[in-house]
């Protein structure tokens, strides 16, 4: 028998996957729930905007998704509440605010992370949700904008939201520069600072303060959680998801996944057939499971066939089949 790679974490242990715009669609979420029953699956960030005025269904998700938490994108209470209302009557488990999102085309609609130096009407947009919806309203934030990074300044933030009564944040633990920097090296290029987290938990004990940012394996989940109450896993989770089938024994302490890599490759072909069957594509789903056999031979293989071939004209579950016939089982 395998020794498990690390041991259970305390019960309050949260892990979560990140909000990634284009990324955590649907679709995706439908996977990564496969892999893991427990974890907390966060939306794309959708704009108030897109769902109040937009011609598409922004809040449509699958029922297998839950716990499932909607990230909206908006700095105008009025808006935030009446998207707050009709993303908890379509039976969202939680509503995330965000402000660390720095992208341009972010900026100029006043939302994301340049609302860090704004926490006033942080707090009010917060507020304005909570009165309005019974789920719980949480916020995403960074550690800090441009020379607008020292500790108190963080404080002052988590502190005046924290008084509308949100108990819940999520801190990706580096800066953002407003300017300058794309989105893409935002993510990568200001440093990480772990012990910032660190100090806000000790600081707010009451509160519940999940870190996130360049967290790439379950033994860091869990080094993590001896100093926050969750973790929140973005980039890894989505290029090696096969990682997420561990979550559920070693941060929820439930049974081992006894499933292989190809089972949850086959269990994904129903899905994949009936949204084929009412008129989708096979590339709205395959791209989110490329990571699926990261590192192992027959990798190149599998991702080669499905980037090939599922974009034909009437691919099907079959492209997968084939696709993991190229890889041998393990
Ligand atoms: C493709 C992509 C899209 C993202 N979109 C969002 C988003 O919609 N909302 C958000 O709060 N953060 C977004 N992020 C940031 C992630 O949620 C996360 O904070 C960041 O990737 C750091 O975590 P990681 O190092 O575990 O990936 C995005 C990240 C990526 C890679």
């Known amino acids: ?17 990140a909000p990634m715009l284009d990324w955590t669609d649907r679709h995706c979420r439908y996977f990564h729930r496969l892999l893991t029953k427990n974890t907390l699956l966060y939306t794309e960030m959708v704009t108030t905007g897109a769902i109040i005025h937009g011609r598409g269904d922004y809040l449509a998700y699958n029922k297998e998704e ?4 909607l990230q909206l994108g908006g700095s105008n209470p009025i808006d935030l ?10 039976g969202y488990d939680e509503i995330n605010l ?10 100029s609609g006043k939302f994301g992370a340049c609302l860090m130096a704004e ?21 995403k934030t960074r550690i800090g904008i441009d020379d607008q990074d020292s500790y108190e300044f963080l404080q002052t933030f988590i502190d005046t939201v924290a008084a509308t009564g949100c108990k819940d944040f999520t801190l990706h633990a580096r800066k953002a520069w407003l300017s300058g920097l794309s989105p893409k090296e935002n993510r990568e290029i200001p440093e990480l600072n772990y012990q910032r987290v660190y100090d806000i938990k000790q600081d707010f004990p009451a509160l519940f303060i999940a870190i996130n940012g360049g967290v790439k394996t379950l ?8 100093n926050v109450d969750g ?3 973005g980039r890894e989770a989505y290029h090696n998801p096969f990682l997420l089938s561990q979550i559920d024994e070693l941060v929820y302490g439930g049974e081992k996944s006894t499933h292989s890599r190809h089972d949850y490759a086959e269990m994904m072909l129903p899905y994949i057939d009936n949204h084929i069957r009412n008129g989708g594509s096979l590339t709205h789903i395959y791209r989110h499971m490329l990571g699926l056999f990261l590192g192992l031979p027959g990798a190149r293989a599998w991702k080669r066939h499905l980037s090939e071939q599922g974009h034909k004209k009437g691919a099907g579950v079959e492209v997968v089949e084939a696709a993991l016939l190229l890889v041998p089982k393990s």
């Open 1 to 17: 028998m395998t020794k498990p790679v690390i041991n259970s974490v305390h019960a309050a242990g949260r892990f979560s996957i």
């Open 66 to 69: 839950h716990p499932v938490s």
């Open 81 to 90: 509440a009446q998207s707050a209302k009709l993303a908890q009557e379509r």
């Open 98 to 107: 965000n402000v660390g999102c720095p992208s341009d085309r972010v900026q």
């Open 119 to 139: 926490p006033t009407l942080v707090a009010d947009c917060v507020k304005a949700m909570q009165d309005v919806v019974d789920i719980p309203i949480t916020v």
């Open 219 to 226: 033994a860091e989940t869990q080094l993590h959680l001896g």
């Open 231 to 233: 973790v929140m896993m």
